[in-house]
C-alpha cells in the first residue's frame, strides 16, 4: 500500500466516525407557513412566483414560510405545510 | 369582456402587448401618464429585487443608490424570467465598470459576493452519501473523484471583503456600524480574502480559509481526481478536512471516474 493510499484509508476510517453535526435541513426545525413579515421569508413560496429567501412581498402570506423550532408552529399562528397547502388549492379554486 | 377568436386577432393582440412592454423597459421620460406609472412600478420593483439579492450592498450604498442602479441594470440586462431572483447578476461587473469604484474599490467585490451567496441560497441542497466513502478503499484514487454539495462555493478577493460583509450583515441599516469593530477587524484580517460560501440552515453564510484549503476546493470543483490533488497538495491534511466535510455536509458524495 502506497503513501497516499494510506492516506486515504485513514481518511475512510476518521469519516466513518465522524457524524454529521451541521446538515442544511436543521434537526427539531419545521417549515411554518403564514407568520413570516415581507420580506422576511426563509425561500421559494408555495404558488411558485419566487424561489427565494427575502422575496415575499405581504405579511403573513398563508404562501411563504420561516424555519422554527419543531412543535411551536401553531402556537404562533402558523401552519404546517399540509394544511397551507390545501387552503393554497382551496383558494386557488374559488379563485378560478 | 371582448373574446379574440380569429389568429389574426390574437397575433395583433400579441404585437400591442409585445410594443407596451418594450415601451415600459424603454424607461424614456416624457411617456405618458398611464406608461409612466408601469416605468415607475418596473424600477422599483427592479430596485426591491436588488435589495433583496444584494442585502449589504443596499446597506453600504443606501435605497436611493440602489434604485438608481437598478434603472441603469436594466437598460443593460433585462429579466429573463417571472422571477425577479434570477435577474441582477451582472450589477458587480456593471459597478466595475462605473467610476464610482475609484473611490469605492470594495463595492464591486462585495457585490459579486453578495450574488453568489443569493445564488447558492437557491441551490438545491443534498446530503452525503455515506456509502460513497467505501471508494477510498475499493478503487485507485485516480479514479476516485469528490462531489462537492451544490450549496458549497468558494470566494477570494484581493481585500477583506468578509470582514465588511460580516460586519454590516448582522445590523439593521449602515447608521447601527461599530466602525471600531471593523477596523479591528481590518487590523486582524488585512489583506485578500479566501472564503467558503456554505448554507447553514437555509440562510447562506460564510467561512474564512486558509489558502492551500481554498485552492484545494478550487481543485476539487475543477474536477482533479483524488491521486491527483494529493499530489498536487502534499502537504494538505487530507484526512482531517474530510472528517470535517463530512460533519459540515460539504460533500454530496465520493464517484467513480467511469460515473463522470
Not at chain 1, 42 to 62: E, I, K, M, R
Not at chain 2, 227 to 256: S, Y
Request: one cysteine or more.
Amino acid at each position: 500500500m502506497n503513501q497516499k493510499q494510506k492516506i486515504a484509508s485513514a481518511a475512510l476510517a476518521l469519516a466513518l466516525a465522524t457524524a454529521v453535526v451541521a446538515p442544511t435541513h436543521a434537526a427539531g426545525k419545521e417549515k411554518c407557513y403564514g407568520i413570516a413579515e415581507a420580506g422576511q421569508n426563509d425561500c421559494g413560496n408555495l404558488a411558485g412566483t419566487h424561489s427565494c429567501a427575502g422575496q415575499s412581498t405581504v405579511d403573513n402570506d398563508p404562501g411563504e414560510w420561516k424555519l422554527v423550532a419543531k412543535g411551536t408552529c401553531e402556537s404562533v399562528g402558523g401552519m404546517l405545510k399540509a394544511e397551507a397547502k390545501k387552503r393554497y388549492e382551496e383558494a386557488k379554486k374559488a379563485k378560478s | 369582456m371582448k373574446q379574440v377568436h380569429s389568429s389574426s386577432e390574437r397575433a395583433q393582440l400579441a404585437r400591442r402587448q409585445a410594443q407596451l412592454v418594450d415601451r415600459i423597459f424603454c424607461l424614456k421620460e416624457n411617456q405618458s401618464k398611464g406608461l409612466a406609472i408601469y416605468q415607475n412600478n418596473l424600477r422599483f420593483t427592479a430596485a426591491r429585487a436588488l435589495s433583496i439579492s444584494y442585502p449589504v450592498l443596499e446597506k453600504l450604498l443606501g435605497q436611493e443608490t440602489m434604485v438608481a442602479l437598478a434603472q441603469s441594470l436594466l437598460q443593460q440586462e433585462s429579466p429573463n424570467s417571472g422571477d425577479w431572483a434570477d435577474w441582477g447578476g451582472q450589477l458587480a461587473e456593471f459597478i466595475g465598470n462605473t467610476e464610482f469604484i475609484q473611490d469605492h474599490p470594495y463595492v464591486d467585490d462585495i457585490a459579486r459576493l453578495e450574488w453568489k451567496l443569493h445564488e447558492l441560497g437557491r441551490q438545491r441542497s443534498s446530503t452525503l452519501e455515506r456509502d460513497s466513502l467505501a471508494l477510498l478503499e475499493s478503487h485507485d484514487l485516480e479514479n476516485v473523484h469528490i462531489e462537492l454539495n451544490p450549496d458549497i462555493d468558494i470566494y477570494h478577493s484581493a481585500l477583506p471583503v468578509d470582514q465588511i460583509w460580516l460586519a454590516h450583515d448582522a445590523i439593521e441599516n449602515a447608521s447601527a456600524l461599530d466602525e471600531t469593530a471593523l477596523a479591528e477587524a481590518f487590523r486582524q484580517y488585512p489583506g485578500e480574502c479566501f472564503l467558503l460560501l456554505y448554507r447553514r440552515q437555509y440562510k447562506p453564510d460564510l467561512l474564512r480559509l486558509n489558502e492551500d484549503t481554498f485552492y484545494w476546493f478550487q481543485d476539487i470543483k475543477q474536477g482533479l481526481n483524488l491521486e491527483q490533488l494529493l499530489d498536487r497538495h502534499p502537504e494538505f491534511d487530507f484526512v482531517h478536512w474530510l472528517a470535517k466535510a463530512v460533519e459540515n455536509n460539504w460533500i454530496h458524495r465520493l464517484k467513480p471516474a467511469h460515473s463522470l
